[in-house]
């Protein structure tokens, strides 16, 4: 436009700034195809400086709203600039009226259409987009489910309109509601950090598939930031885009810079053609990646739970009492059960807190105790304490696995006890939990001992654990039914 380069999305969309005079003004818009010139056309565009103050002698292009699957696209200008550590980025604004236009279109729309989406060129190493949080509340307020869908290159950012307390925000910044801008980012990992996942993923026998990327929050006014990391009892959906097919013990990981590790994030694969979609969710923003691994432990060959145990181990999620043995028929312990569950989860864990007199700021389980107690999956006895290191029962697990169902779900589980009739110790279990075992059994994330016999009592093993983890997954769609 005037010889100025404009921004194309992959739809062929363009968007740009043009310096204007006061007065009439000629912008002409030319199309080149591999550097050839193929189409140009001139418009002649008026400006009164008096009128439009604060476009600050540019001509804006009005964003273009494109109806696209579940929702609208909109086209708007990237501008570079680098992010908060210097990094090169394009940057999107979308401001207010931008949002009311996009939500009137869903609304016309209808269909359950939901979400607002936005393209940011890959042309630099972050992707950058901000939009007022009292427009987001606006939108959630207006379309059920609304969501602004951020995507950049191989990433896309799926973020609810409704996950940010504006009015907690507010008051946490000193501003009003109508101050606060939120910042939507997405950085492909590159440089050192790159190279300790590669390493990190080789280490846990397996190998990186594609690039990492680190998704962000953060909420800006009156000079002051706050990053938004923990959503509590809120998922946020991410999207890596990945070349080919991968193999099916591949997982989604968080990467922690400081102690280089990988744990399980949920996730699921979807194949076309000659690529691969990971979707997955976590209630946090970290650096995620793909990796493809394969790990088994020497003690569970031959076992019944064998290939329950190594797949969840190759995604990070189990974790054997050495690098070799898993120990399979061990009783678990409340604390480890507590530990698996938030990684099953996808919780992002909670400094510790003294909720259980019994738990204590150095043990390794700390904060996943901390993270179920908030989250709701556990609690404590009468006398204050968690007893962490007590083998948990069959029914104490029922009952967490329901729990779980229910925080994910957001809907309580069945007070049916009818499945519990054909056991003959059904009379055994406690009253508490009735309804979470006959829900287990049910839907078949539970089986008895024998036909007859379900022994509630009975002390859980790290295998039945895992069996029962990787089930709950599946029922929750955390995890791909391999």
């Not at 630099?124 to 949080?133: F, G």
């Not at 031959?302 to 009783?331: C, E, M």
């Not at 697990?397 to 809907?411: I, P």
């Given at each position: 436009?005037?010889?100025?380069?404009?921004?194309?999305?992959?739809?062929?969309?363009?968007?740009?700034?043009?310096?204007?005079?006061?007065?009439?003004?000629?912008?002409?818009?030319?199309?080149?195809?591999?550097?050839?010139?193929?189409?140009?056309?001139?418009?002649?565009?008026?400006?009164?400086?008096?009128?439009?103050?604060?476009?600050?002698?540019?001509?804006?292009?009005?964003?273009?709203?494109?109806?696209?699957?579940?929702?609208?696209?909109?086209?708007?200008?990237?501008?570079?600039?680098?992010?908060?550590?210097?990094?090169?980025?394009?940057?999107?604004?979308?401001?207010?009226?931008?949002?009311?236009?996009?939500?009137?279109?869903?609304?016309?729309?209808?269909?359950?259409?939901?979400?607002?989406?936005?393209?940011?060129?890959?042309?630099?190493?972050?992707?950058?987009?901000?939009?007022?949080?009292?427009?987001?509340?606006?939108?959630?307020?207006?379309?059920?489910?609304?969501?602004?869908?951020?995507?950049?290159?191989?990433?896309?950012?799926?973020?609810?309109?409704?996950?940010?307390?504006?009015?907690?925000?507010?008051k946490q910044l000193g501003v009003s509601e109508d101050h606060i801008q939120v910042t939507l980012t997405i950085t492909k990992i590159t440089g050192t950090n790159?190279?300790?996942?590669?390493?990190?993923?080789?280490?846990?026998?397996?190998?990186?598939?594609?690039?990492?990327?680190?998704?962000?929050?953060?909420?800006?006014?009156?000079?002051?930031?706050?990053?938004?990391?923990?959503?509590?009892?809120?998922?946020?959906?991410?999207?890596?885009?990945?070349?080919?097919?991968?193999?099916?013990?591949?997982?989604?990981?968080?990467?922690?810079?400081?102690?280089?590790?990988?744990?399980?994030?949920?996730?699921?694969?979807?194949?076309?053609?000659?690529?691969?979609?990971?979707?997955?969710?976590?209630?946090?923003?970290?650096?995620?990646?793909?990796?493809?691994?394969?790990?088994?432990?020497?003690?569970?060959?031959?076992?019944?739970?064998?290939?329950?145990?190594?797949?969840?181990?190759?995604?990070?999620?189990?974790?054997?009492?050495?690098?070799?043995?898993?120990?399979?028929?061990?009783?678990?312990?409340?604390?480890?059960?507590?530990?698996?569950?938030?990684?099953?989860?996808?919780?992002?864990?909670?400094?510790?807190?003294?909720?259980?007199?019994?738990?204590?700021?150095?043990?390794?389980?700390?904060?996943?105790?901390?993270?179920?107690?908030?989250?709701?999956?556990?609690?404590?006895?009468?006398?204050?304490?968690?007893?962490?290191?007590?083998?948990?029962?069959?029914?104490?697990?029922?009952?967490?696995?329901?729990?779980?169902?229910?925080?994910?779900?957001?809907?309580?589980?069945?007070?049916?006890?009818?499945?519990?009739?054909?056991?003959?110790?059904?009379?055994?279990?406690?009253?508490?939990?009735?309804?979470?075992?006959?829900?287990?059994?049910?839907?078949?994330?539970?089986?008895?001992?024998?036909?007859?016999?379900?022994?509630?009592?009975?002390?859980?093993?790290?295998?039945?654990?895992?069996?029962?983890?990787?089930?709950?997954?599946?029922?929750?769609?955390?995890?791909?039914?391999?």
């Amino acid at each position: 436009m005037n010889n100025i380069a404009a921004n194309v999305n992959q739809n062929g969309d363009f968007s740009g700034n043009v310096d204007l005079q006061p007065g009439s003004n000629r912008v002409t818009f030319a199309v080149y195809v591999d550097g050839m010139k193929t189409n140009e056309k001139t418009i002649q565009v008026t400006y009164s400086p008096s009128t439009s103050p604060s476009t600050g002698g540019a001509l804006v292009l009005s964003p273009v709203l494109k109806p696209t699957e579940g929702g609208i696209v909109v086209v708007v200008t990237a501008t570079q600039t680098t992010d908060a550590d210097g990094n090169p980025a394009m940057k999107a604004a979308l401001d207010a009226d931008t949002i009311s236009k996009a939500v009137a279109e869903l609304q016309k729309l209808g269909n359950n259409a939901s979400n607002i989406v936005v393209e940011v060129p890959d042309s630099q190493q972050t992707a950058i987009v901000t939009v007022p949080a009292q427009a987001l509340a606006s939108a959630a307020a207006s379309i059920e489910g609304a969501a602004l869908i951020v995507k950049s290159g191989s990433a896309s950012y799926k973020l609810p309109a409704s996950l940010l307390d504006t009015a907690a925000l507010a008051k946490q910044l000193g501003v009003s509601e109508d101050h606060i801008q939120v910042t939507l980012t997405i950085t492909k990992i590159t440089g050192t950090n790159a190279t300790a996942i590669a390493e990190a993923a080789a280490a846990a026998g397996g190998k990186l598939i594609g690039d990492a990327y680190d998704f962000q929050i953060s909420v800006q006014a009156g000079g002051k930031t706050i990053d938004i990391n923990n959503f509590k009892d809120q998922y946020v959906e991410r999207t890596l885009l990945l070349n080919g097919l991968v193999p099916s013990h591949s997982s989604v990981i968080v990467f922690d810079p400081g102690t280089k590790s990988l744990t399980f994030v949920p996730a699921r694969f979807t194949q076309a053609d000659d690529s691969t979609t990971a979707t997955f969710k976590r209630t946090g923003n970290s650096i995620y990646a793909v990796v493809a691994a394969s790990k088994s432990f020497q003690d569970t060959k031959g076992h019944w739970a064998q290939a329950d145990i190594d797949l969840l181990a190759s995604k990070q999620l189990a974790k054997g009492v050495t690098d070799n043995y898993f120990v399979p028929d061990r009783s678990i312990t409340r604390a480890e059960f507590a530990a698996l569950l938030v990684r099953t989860l996808g919780l992002v864990e909670d400094d510790w807190n003294n909720t259980f007199s019994d738990v204590h700021s150095g043990d390794w389980y700390a904060a996943a105790v901390a993270t179920a107690a908030q989250a709701g999956l556990i609690q404590g006895y009468e006398d204050g304490t968690f007893r962490p290191n007590q083998a948990i029962s069959r029914e104490q697990l029922a009952v967490l696995a329901s729990r779980a169902k229910a925080f994910v779900t957001k809907m309580a589980g069945s007070l049916s006890t009818t499945a519990l009739r054909g056991f003959s110790d059904a009379d055994a279990i406690s009253s508490w939990a009735q309804s979470a075992m006959a829900e287990a059994v049910n839907s078949g994330l539970m089986n008895g001992l024998s036909d007859s016999i379900l022994a509630p009592k009975n002390q859980s093993t790290r295998a039945q654990a895992i069996v029962i983890l990787k089930r709950l997954a599946i029922q929750l769609e955390l995890m791909d039914k391999n």
